[in-house]
Nanobody
Framework: QLQASGGGLVQAGGSLRLSCIFS????????MGWFRQAPGKEREFVAV????????QYVNSVTDRFTIFRDNAKNTVYLQMNSLKPEDTGVYSC???????????????WGQGTLVTVSS
């Protein structure tokens, strides 16, 4: 089970930190990803981190602004979002997969999502 939190309303240029708590399994066995879905658009890959935290990947539009990291002792993955833009608005969901990847189909478990709204 995955539980995401930390979304909210923020002005452009602001920051938010999303959290996702994993329960019911071995967190350190999974790569963890963040996806987002903007209104009227398809779900989009944002970032992924390996089970150890040593490897990360990002969609080009968030590179140098977002950072994904994890704390395996707390069964939690985070997404630090800085310099937010209105186009970052959407529902952000965390997901767990056995290996890293950008394809949503490889992810076995999904959280419910948390809404991020960036005003201009």
């Amino acid at each position: 089970q995955l539980q995401a939190s930390g979304g909210g309303l923020v002005q452009a240029g602001g920051s938010l930190r999303l959290s996702c708590i994993f329960s019911g399994g071995t967190f350190s066995s999974y790569a963890m990803g963040w996806f987002r879905q903007a209104p009227g658009k398809e779900r989009e890959f944002v970032a992924v981190i390996s089970w150890s935290g040593s490897s990360t990947q990002y969609v080009n539009s968030v590179t140098d602004r977002f950072t994904i990291f994890r704390d395996n002792a707390k069964n939690t993955v985070y997404l630090q979002m800085n310099s937010l833009k209105p186009e970052d608005t959407g529902v952000y969901s965390c997901a767990a997969a056995r290996g890293m990847g950008k394809e949503s189909g490889r992810y076995e478990f999904w959280g419910q999502g948390t809404l991020v709204t960036v005003s201009s």
